[in-house]
């Protein structure tokens, strides 16, 4: 079996996630870890059993026969560190949305293509087994032909104090669900429309708490995304000090000619309740299985690997990601023109306008 040598670039919770996955898995090795800030990184790689590095360059420098690198950083950082190891041969597996503009997401597709290695990224989704029915069942014609779906993905208030304004709601969260709608169903989406909601996020980041988009398909078919990180605090606050950690209100439903399909994991599968309330912990993305990381991310990282020793193209390239990443765009557009509906051609053709103007996207 090969041991794929993986270098860790940006070392927050999704990095940190991927790192240890690394590690307990049989045919990997976090040959290094790299991180803006020295503490962080130094940190992250003692718990790896690993190295720290400053910059992907000094990562890519002092590892001769490094196959792959994790890139887990913000957005605007992907590029950079994507291009630097693509142009080492590496493999490249950059956490969702692939970017914060087309450009980059283009630069980054082209790179890893020019060097032929696999360019996987993040959307988690495809490897949870619940969604992951509704494509099966999708594939079998079960559902005839797609009138509407709808889905649904609320974090708590939280989660969007704990990012602080660095991202939008619709890149962070509206854009798994995106991927999914696309995954689901092959006509393409022509149009976005989106409204924003307002509370305490707003307030404290200027980034709106809840977004509703509607997605207009070719074909007819409606697609709906609510998102929010402002579910009230008692979401979330019961799992300090507990092994028990909250993950949020998700939902899915697919309405065809044929078949209903509808996915609930507001409780995912467990509850409890106790004196301060109900508590529903997280079991499916990345639980604790007897000690070890389980659920999509496990799955993800090994078809990840998989892809790196076959030299193999990911179930979700770097076109995919590119998709959803369009269709978000569209929706924040929309956000900034008072809700009107937003043709996707328009971000490819402000894409194009940057292009010509010197810029490297939206």
Same mark, same amino acid.
């Given at each position: 079996m090969q041991t794929v040598r993986t270098g860790v670039v940006g070392a927050g919770f999704m990095g940190r996630l991927h790192g240890r996955l690394l590690a307990e898995l049989p045919n990997a090795e976090v040959a290094g870890v790299v991180d803006a800030r020295p503490e962080v990184a130094a940190q992250v790689?003692?718990?790896?059993?690993?190295?720290?590095?400053?910059?992907?360059?000094?990562?890519? %420098?002092?590892?001769?026969?490094?196959?792959?690198?994790?890139?887990?950083?913000?957005e605007p950082e992907h590029r950079p560190a994507v291009e630097a190891a693509a142009a080492r041969g590496c493999a490249v597996f950059v956490e969702k949305p692939i970017a914060s503009n087309v450009g980059d997401a283009d630069a980054m597709i082209e790179a890893c293509e020019r060097a032929a290695v696999p360019f996987m990224v993040g959307h988690i989704l495809r490897h949870e087994s619940a969604y992951v029915a509704m494509r099966q069942a999708v594939e079998e014609t079960r559902l005839g032909r797609l009138m509407t779906a709808y889905a649904r993905r609320n974090a708590t208030i939280q989660e969007g104090h704990r990012l602080g304004g660095r991202t939008s709601v619709v890149q962070y969260l509206a854009v798994h669900d995106a991927d999914l709608l696309l995954w689901y169903h092959n006509s393409p989406v022509e149009s976005v429309a989106a409204r924003a909601v307002r509370g305490r996020i707003a307030e404290s980041y200027g980034t709106p708490d809840f977004v509703w988009l509607w997605l207009h398909f070719a074909d007819g078919a409606l697609g709906i995304i609510e998102c929010g990180w402002a579910l009230p605090e008692g979401w979330g606050g019961w799992a300090d000090g507990t092994a028990w950690q909250p993950f949020g209100d998700c939902r899915m439903e697919l309405i065809g000619t044929d078949d209903v *399909?509808?996915? %609930?994991?507001?409780?995912?599968? #467990?509850?409890?309740?106790?004196?301060?309330?109900?508590?529903?912990?997280?079991?499916? =993305?990345?639980?604790? #299985?007897?000690?070890?990381?389980?659920?999509?991310?496990? *799955?993800?990282?090994? =078809?990840?690997?998989?892809?790196?020793?076959?030299?193999t193209r990911p179930l979700c390239d770097g076109q995919a990601g590119r998709a959803a990443l369009t269709v978000c765009l569209a929706a924040e557009a929309s956000l900034v023109n008072d809700g009107a509906e937003v043709p996707l051609s328009a971000i490819e053709r402000r894409k194009e306008f940057e292009r010509s103007e010197g810029g490297q996207g939206t």
């Open positions: 790689a003692e718990e790896m059993g690993t190295q720290a590095y400053p910059s992907v360059e000094s990562l890519l %420098d002092g590892i001769s026969n490094l196959d792959a690198v994790i890139v887990a950083t913000p *399909l509808s996915l %609930d994991l507001r409780t995912m599968n #467990v509850a409890g309740v106790d004196r301060s309330g109900w508590r529903f912990p997280e079991t499916r =993305h990345w639980p604790l #299985v007897n000690g070890r990381i389980g659920g999509a991310a496990r *799955l993800q990282m090994e =078809h990840f690997l998989e892809c790196v020793t076959t030299n």
